[in-house]
């Protein structure tokens, strides 16, 4: 699993991402994000790293 930075352009995209959820109603702003985690996950494609990758979010809160 990466850790350090790998995004050419983060604030870019984070603010990619968030104009894509304007107008949006909160469960349609979930909906998106869930298939956005499906697609990049599928550009994963490897279980282990998403199986990490899964848990480091979770304990991120920690």
């Known amino acids: 699993m990466k850790t350090e930075p790998n995004i050419a352009d983060p604030d ?3 603010e990619a991402w968030i104009a894509a959820h304007e107008g949006l109603a909160d469960g ?3 909906d998106l994000d869930a298939r956005l985690v499906l697609l990049l996950a599928n550009q994963v ?3 282990a790293v998403l199986l990490k990758c899964i848990a480091a979010a979770r304990d991120a809160d920690d």
């Open 45 to 47: 494609g490897d279980m």
């Open 28 to 30: 349609e702003s979930a």
């Open 12 to 14: 870019g995209f984070y």
